[in-house]
């Protein structure tokens, strides 16, 4: 008999469908690459978050990129210059 995956909520859930939501309304600018690939690294392995995943998926299909081109392009403008501004350095990572 094989044994059930356990679907769990990742506590960001909720505010990362917005920004998904939000991608696909979007162009590929450096700010919304990050973006998703944060969304997809954060996803990837995750038991849970189907439709997350799916909305990626379809966001690289949009953007006609694959997962290693969106990872290299991303590494490119994280090596070029800061994308996200910090506000507050006590601020917790949002990496979990």
Do not use: C
Not at 45 to 55: H, L, N, R, T, V
Not at 59 to 70: A, F, P
């Amino acid at each position: 008999m094989a044994e059930e995956q356990r679907i769990v909520q990742h506590p960001q859930e909720k505010s990362d469908r917005a920004m998904v939501a939000s991608l696909l309304n979007s162009e590929p600018t450096s700010y919304n690459l990050a973006e998703a690939a944060r969304l997809r690294i954060r996803y990837e392995g995750f038991p849970g978050a189907k439709e997350i995943k799916q909305e990626l998926d379809t966001l690289l299909q949009n953007w006609q990129l694959t997962e290693e081109e969106l990872f290299a392009k991303t590494r490119e403008i994280h090596w070029s210059s800061p994308v996200y501004n910090r506000r507050n350095q006590d601020t917790q990572e949002d990496w979990i």
